[in-house]
Structure formats: C-alpha cells, structure tokens
C-alpha cells in the first residue's frame, strides 16, 4: 500500500441518499475472481444506456468529472451489500475519497482498506461543500490525512473523523494484516483458554 | 454485583482477544462461511503473502450466488459464472477448507445451510463476505457481513479488528393477526426508522413475539437487520432454539451438549441492562407489509397507498421519493393492491426455508397462478428441496403453475440468469428492491412469501387476507 498523506482534487457530485452498492457496482460484474477492470464498471447503470453508450446526463460522462478524485455525495452512502468490489470500482475509477454525512458500516471498513477516505462532514458542511462546487466546478479542495481536515481554498479547516487505527495504516502505508500477525501469541493464548464451539471438518 | 450486560456485550466480552492501546479489539470469530463471489481476492492475498488458513475447522465453504437454478444435470453455461464457482471449489481443496459444492447433496444458500447442519450455534460470532450474514443472530450469535479484505483477515488469523457497536433493542410485544408474518415485523420496522436507522448498531430482538417465531421465523427477522442499517441482529437463544439445534450434524452431543447448553443458558440480557437505543413495536397491530420504492424502507400496508411527495417536508426525502416513484411508474397515492405485476420470486436466505415453502404452498394448493404472471420458487437449500419434494409441496407448486427449481441466490441477486426484463414488476421474497438488483431496470415489491403467493394468484400485488 502507498502511504496516504494529503492531496488536492475538484470534486464530483452525485447527490442523493442512500446510495447503495448496487448502483456503484451492479451485482452481475461480481462473477469476476480478480479485483482488477472495476473501474469502467463504477455506476454502470447510471452510466450507460441499454446499448453501452454513455449516458450525457450522467455526471461521470461529463468533461468536468474527468480526473476528479474527490466524489461528494448524500447520507448513508454505500448502504447494502459488503461487497468489497465497490471500493475497488471507485478507486479504480480514481476516487481516493468521499465526502457525505454518512456512511454505511460495511462500506465505511471496506473503504479504509483501500485507501479510500470516508470523509463525515456535517449537515451544514456538506450543504457549503455542495454550493461552492456548484458555483465553480472545478473548485479544488484539499484533503489532508496528517492533519484530519479537509481545506478549503480560502483556507478553511474542516476537522473530519476518522478511526485513528486507520489513519495511522493509512500514513504508514501498511495494512492490517500485519499487525494482526504480529498478535500470534495474544490469538494462540486466545485459543488454548477458548471452549469448542464447532469443528466444521467434523 | 457486577454490572448487568446485554447479551451483545456478553458475546463480545467473551471472544475479545485482546485490546491495545489506540487499536481496536481483536476479536476472535468462531465460524467463517465462504461463497464464491466474496472470497477469490481473499485466497489469492493469502497465497501473495504465503499464508495458510489458521483455523479450517472454523471454515466452511458452499456456492449459492452465481449458480444456475437449473437441474444439476446441466452444466453452468456462464464460464465466467463456472469459473468462480470453480474457484470457490479448488481454493477449499487447496487450503483444506471443507465446502459442499455446487453437485453437493446439502448445498444451499450460505444463510441456510450454516444453520441447517448445526454450524450456527448460540453464543458465537460469526461472518461471512455477505451482509445478510446477520440471518445467523437468529441463534443468539454475534453474526455480521463483512468485505473481502476481512475475509483474508480471517482466513489468515482467526481474528479481526473491530470497535463494539451500540445496542439497540427492539421490542415486539404482542401477537401477529393471521396473514402476518415474520418479514413482516422486520419491513415494519424498517419502515419506521429507515434504512440507516441503525447505522452502528446492533439489534436485539425480543418481547413476546419474536419468542412465539419459530427459529426459521427468527431468521428471517434477523437477515435484514442490515436493510436497517445495522450490521447485526440477533435473538437470545431459549429452548425453540435448543429444539432446532439438537441433533444437527455439527451440533454439540452427548455431554458436551450439556456443558454448551450451560453456557448458552447464560447468553440472555442481563435484567437492567441498558441498551444505546430502544424502540418498541406491536405485532398486533400490524398488517401484511410491501415496498413501494427502491430501498427497503419504502414500505406500506399492503392494503394501503403510495406516499404523496408533495407531503414530504424534507428536501432530499422529497426529491428520492420522486426518484424513486419514477423509476418504478407508480403515481402518488395510488393503491399498491391491484397493481399488475410480471413475476413472483418465493426464496432467498430471507424467505428459502421449509417454513416459507409450506406458507405459499399452503396459498397455493388448489389454486392457480395468473397466466399473465412468471413464478420461482427457489427452495433454499438441497435439503429444503428434499424436505418439501417428501411433503408433496413440489406437486402443489408444479399444479398451480409455479416453477420448482434448484437452490441458490437466485432472483434476489440475479446473478444467476434468473431476471427481470427492463420495466417488469416483481413480488419478491427477498430482502432488497434496489434499482436493478433483480436485474437491469426492473421494478421489485418486497413482501412475505403469503403476500407473494397471493400475488401470484391475483397477477397483481395482492392482500392474502381477502383471497377468494
């Protein structure tokens, strides 16, 4: 993993709520055994017509949201299944953050996995979020991860939440795997104390 | 006296394995399922890393998602399809992960089968790369969904990291009226507090009538706790639990029966727990539900009329009703009973067990399905098709005009083959009615299996209560 320090984007908006991980991945792309060419699938049937033609009215098929790595959206984003893939589509897309009032569970874990910031702003914030990109769409924001605080031009902070076990992953560029691997003996104590539950090899 | 704790903290309290400053708890799963489509990344990470898994006798792997509902005789005409569900088969072969594979005589649906051969048991946690997962709370375990990076997580470790959750109770006093049923309660309640209503948490259901359901009852209650946001629900086992349980394949026997049954006595809340949060229902006063939108928490009484977004005060609310009143073609205030549909869907890991196959058939026996109207009924498991073929329940399905088919997801992911048409409707058993997730452009009612096998008869959502 690349560590994630700071970086500047414009923003992209798909205002509405609830959006779950069936509109950002369509469940008929996840026959696929690798994590790779999601990025084209990323809200594919908003995105394309019934032909495979992009939608003109759709906000990704516009200039404007070309290289825009900031996605701005609605409460509860990523609600619905845990599919991983949704994660995956969007960075690969090139989204390295979201910014919403809220964030379903699921999506908000798989997201911090994969160096995809979940940025919870508030009510008032994301209502100013979403006025000043609508005044200048290619007004660039900055995300800073060191610093917990999205920039605005004129240089406004915005502290953000974020589980400060992830931040530091995120920083150091190191996944978690590894610090679990690290616990062995804390887990193998675990189990010498632990009383059988189940034996799935029978 | 120690401090009286909910059953969510006693399950949390017991498998925590440690907790370090500035991490999260590492907790220790005792069961991990495995489908084909959640877990290919996971095996390969492991193989990247040149990592065994730690624990396979807390694994166990089936294919449900992507399979054909076709007989088995036939081979699975999608490669891409076959390719996974070949996957699923040699990664369990190859990191000795036991599995029932997609010619297995007890394959099924994830949610379905784990219960079914015993693997579920009170007091566990469990996961799976599925968010519906939740269906395992039923048994009073700690049971959530999570993604595919977890599933190496567990694969590799046993453990994972996670903060606790908030406990949240939900309270069902009461009786349920004839023609109500458990997926009711649950779209009930989803109704009331919205799809992120339990954003963070986890819920316990109790109260009266969630002890009357029965344990196939119970699951369907619990596997859409995450359509309401939360990414747990569990029920506190008792003895229709311990009923279920008993001589399951991989059920505790003998004495070490006896010493789990202890253990598991001790799970129930605490009297004076404190919870985070609480809301309480009346399962009397409930009617046969159905969703008219594309969330779950779009839901209605089935005998009453699609929301008016011109009395909707908040903005965004407004503005989603709209959208989603387009999408599905339906007018504000107008009826949902009546209203003409394409295709009926009975199954999934919400609605796919013998309780579910013997409400609709019991709908459907010496009846007819409209000829206007495409019924799947999809029987959860292997051993749920065997269960229903030896009650005769397969013949009333054939005789009314409904198709009997093999196990798996099915139409509730569609992943499979079985879809909608762009714009057809749909009663459907399952647990979402997302834009597309029956397939591209189609239009889902979500309901319980009666509402379903009334709609099937009428060729229009319909109110099983006053079927001729």
Not at chain 2, 70 to 95: K, W, Y
Not at chain 2, 182 to 205: C, H
Not at chain 2, 223 to 248: F, H, K, S
Not at chain 2, 276 to 291: H, Q, W
Request: with cysteine.
């Amino acid at each position: 993993m690349n560590k994630f320090t700071q970086f500047a984007s414009h923003m992209v908006a798909i205002i509405a709520d609830n959006v779950d991980t069936d509109q950002i991945i369509p469940a008929r792309f996840l026959k696929t055994i690798s994590k790779e060419g999601l990025g084209d699938q990323l809200f594919y049937d908003w995105r394309y017509d019934a032909e495979g033609k992009p939608k003109a009215d759709f906000i990704l098929n516009h200039p404007l949201a070309k290289q825009a790595q900031i996605l701005l959206t609605g409460n509860n984003f990523g609600c619905g299944s845990s599919r991983e893939h949704a994660p995956w589509a969007l960075t690969q897309y090139g989204f390295r953050a979201v910014v919403a009032p809220s964030f379903a569970d699921i999506f908000k874990q798989n997201a911090l996995k994969n160096s995809l910031l979940p940025i919870e702003v508030s009510r008032p914030t994301h209502e100013l979020l979403l006025q000043m990109h609508l005044e200048n769409p290619m007004l660039r924001v900055r995300i800073d991860l060191e610093k917990q605080r999205l920039i605005l031009p004129t240089g406004q902070g915005i502290k953000f939440p974020i589980d400060e076990f992830a931040r530091r992953c995120l920083l150091d560029g190191v996944d978690d795997i590894g610090y679990v691997l690290g616990q062995e003996a804390a887990i193998a104590a675990y189990e010498a104390r632990r009383e059988l539950a189940v034996n799935t090899l029978g | 006296m120690s401090i009286p704790r909910t059953i969510i903290e006693k399950i949390w309290d017991a498998h925590v394995v440690s907790q370090q400053e500035g991490a999260p708890a590492l907790l220790y799963i005792d069961l991990q399922l495995v489908h084909e489509v959640t877990s290919p990344q996971a095996f390969d990470g492991l193989r990247a890393r040149g990592l065994k898994v730690r624990r396979p006798d807390l694994t166990f792997g089936t294919v449900d998602h992507s399979t054909p509902t076709t007989p088995r005789s036939l081979p699975i005409l999608d490669p891409v399809a076959a390719a996974q569900v070949a996957r699923l088969e040699s990664n369990c072969t190859e990191f000795g992960i036991p599995f029932f594979g997609f010619h297995s005589p007890d394959q099924g649906v994830v949610h379905v089968i784990g219960p079914e051969q015993g693997l579920t048991q009170p007091g566990m946690t469990v996961v799976c790369g599925d968010s519906h997962t939740a269906t395992h709370g039923a048994f009073g375990a700690l049971a959530f969904g999570i993604g595919t990076s977890e599933v190496e997580m567990v694969l590799a470790t046993q453990c994972l990291l996670q903060r606790p959750s908030r406990s949240f109770k939900v309270e069902v006093s009461g009786a349920l009226k004839p023609g109500v049923s458990a997926k009711d309660i649950i779209l009930a309640l989803i109704a009331r507090i919205g799809v992120s209503g339990g954003t963070g948490s986890v819920f316990e259901f109790r109260g009266a009538a969630i002890g009357a359901l029965s344990m196939e009852e119970r699951m369907t209650v619990c596997n859409m706790a995450i359509e309401g946001g939360a990414r747990a629900g569990l029920v506190a086992p008792d003895d229709t639990t311990y009923q279920y349980l008993a001589g399951r394949p991989f059920a505790p026997k003998g004495a070490e029966w006896d010493r789990a049954l202890a253990r598991w006595n001790a799970l129930p809340t605490g009297d004076g727990a404190v919870y985070d949060r609480e809301v309480s229902m009346d399962a009397g006063e409930l009617e046969p539900m159905i969703t008219f939108g594309t969330n779950p928490g779009m839901g209605i009484p089935v005998s009453g009329v699609v929301p008016d977004p011109a009395g909707v005060a908040d903005a965004a609310e407004r503005g989603a009703l709209v959208k989603a009143l387009s999408y599905m073609g339906l007018a504000p205030g107008q009826p949902l009973a009546g209203q003409p549909i394409d295709v009926v869907f009975i199954g999934s890991c919400t609605n796919g067990r013998m309780a579910d196959m013997r409400a609709a058939a019991g709908v459907l026996q010496g009846r007819k399905v409209s000829p206007k109207v495409r019924v799947l009924v999809v029987p959860g498991s292997q051993q749920v098709k065997r269960q229903a073929e030896a009650e005769g329940l397969d013949r009333i399905f054939r005789e009314a005009g409904a198709e009997w088919r093999e196990p798996g997801c099915s139409m509730c992911i569609a992943m499979n083959g079985d879809q909608l048409a762009p714009g057809q409707y749909s009663v459907s058993t399952s647990n979402r009615n997302f834009e597309g997730r029956q397939g591209k452009g189609g239009r889902t009612f979500l309901a319980s299996p009666l509402t379903a096998a009334a709609s099937a008869v009428m060729g229009a959502v319909a109110d099983v209560r006053t079927l001729a």
